[in-house]
């Protein structure tokens, strides 16, 4: 069987350089380029409604527990052109996504690259007039976030930030554990998810899987225990999983 991966809110994150789904001038040069572990279209786990979802390559927090272990190391292989990124995101979602979803990865060890990235997927929304929000996950204190990223906040709707804690419980919609806030960050954050910074995660509603150049892609934010669950039951079934994101 192919590598399960595991796309979630800050329990994990990771991809493929020019990463399966993505335009094949990936390498393309551009004066802003991201390391990008994965884009996928669409995302309804991670956020309101029918979202982009991108998890960026790198980070430097490795929070014990993390599913996303293979989006750990930095990798110069897998830089995108922001410009080949933003043309595959307006292609993909047909001008009419609900939102973005940014994870990794840790999003703001790139904050050059991020800036790119929310520049012009705001340019985009003003000029075809578009009302997606944009949802950022960041492993980094939300003070750290403030102190450091101030404009890069500024460019967002909202923000999951602080490191995943495994010992702690599960967290809730769209969140990994009991301390990662939902932060709204503008008026659309505000409207789009006030509603949802007290809400229980939905257990109908966890995870999506996709299959992508013979890999298995699981997506969202799994209850504990859950991949160890999913490898139980395919050892079971004489299926083994090799190169899962969960391990290093
Ligand atoms: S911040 Fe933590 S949970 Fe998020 S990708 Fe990095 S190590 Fe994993």
Not at 3 to 13: D, F, K, L, T
Not at 29 to 54: C, D, F, M, Q, Y
Request: hydrophobic share 40%; aromatic share 6%.
């Amino acid at each position: 069987m192919g590598a399960p991966s595991h796309r979630a809110g800050h329990r994990g994150r990771r991809g493929t350089g020019a990463t399966p789904g993505m335009p094949a001038h990936a390498a393309r040069a551009s004066a802003a380029v991201i390391e990008l572990n994965k884009a996928h279209w669409p995302v309804t786990v991670l956020g309101p409604g029918r979202r982009i979802g991108l998890w960026v390559q790198g980070c430097s927090i490795h929070c014990p527990g993390c599913v996303s272990q293979d989006t750990w190391p930095r990798d110069a292989g897998k830089r995108i052109a922001v410009a080949d990124l933003l043309a595959w995101c307006r292609e993909v979602s047909r001008g009419a996504p609900d939102g973005v979803t940014i994870s990794g990865g840790e999003p703001f060890d790139q904050p050059a690259a991020l800036r790119s990235l929310l520049l012009g997927l705001a340019n985009w929304r003003r000029e075809d007039h578009l009302d997606f929000d944009i949802l950022c996950y960041s492993g980094h204190p939300l003070r750290r976030l403030e102190k450091e990223h101030a404009r890069l906040l500024t460019l967002l709707d909202a923000v999951i930030p602080e490191p995943y804690v495994d010992t702690l419980p599960q967290g809730n919609l769209w969140r990994g554990s009991r301390n990662q806030p939902l932060v709204p960050l503008s008026p659309r954050g505000h409207a789009r998810y006030a509603a949802h910074i007290g809400a229980a995660a939905d257990d109908d509603k966890r995870m999506q899987a996709a299959v992508e150049g013979g890999r298995v892609w699981m997506i969202g934010i799994p209850g504990r225990g859950d991949m160890a669950r999913v490898e139980a039951l395919c050892a079971q079934r004489g299926l083994s999983l090799t190169e899962v994101s969960w391990r290093r």
